[in-house]
């Protein structure tokens, strides 16, 4: 794991941790909900709140990421690009 890997897993781990919690009613489709399920399973979570709380730490990585003129993208082990992840 690189530095600023360990950066991310470090900020997102924190926002996680640290913050009191509201509560909110949304609405989704059957398709999100088995996706929610399948995430909470796939990084071992309890709960489908975990699962959301994660996904919006990653995207405000992102955002501040793209702030800094940074691309969020999938690399292989050799740190070769495969994917860029276009946030509009």
């Known amino acids: 794991m690189d530095t600023e890997e360990a950066e991310v897993n470090s900020r997102t781990s924190t926002a996680i941790a640290e913050?009191?919690?509201?509560?909110?009613?949304?609405?989704?489709?059957?398709?999100?909900?088995?996706?929610?399920?399948?995430?909470?399973?796939?990084?071992?979570?309890?709960?489908?709140?975990?699962?959301?709380?994660?996904?919006?730490?990653?995207?405000?990585?992102?955002?501040?990421?793209?702030?800094?003129g940074l691309k969020l993208t999938i690399s292989d082990a050799d740190d070769v690009v495969k994917k860029e992840i276009l946030i509009a």
């Open 19 to 68: 913050r009191s919690y509201k509560t909110f009613t949304v609405g989704i489709d059957e398709n999100l909900d088995r996706t929610i399920d399948e995430l909470k399973e796939k990084f071992g979570k309890t709960s489908r709140a975990d699962v959301f709380r994660m996904g919006i730490a990653l995207l405000k990585v992102a955002a501040e990421a793209k702030e800094r």
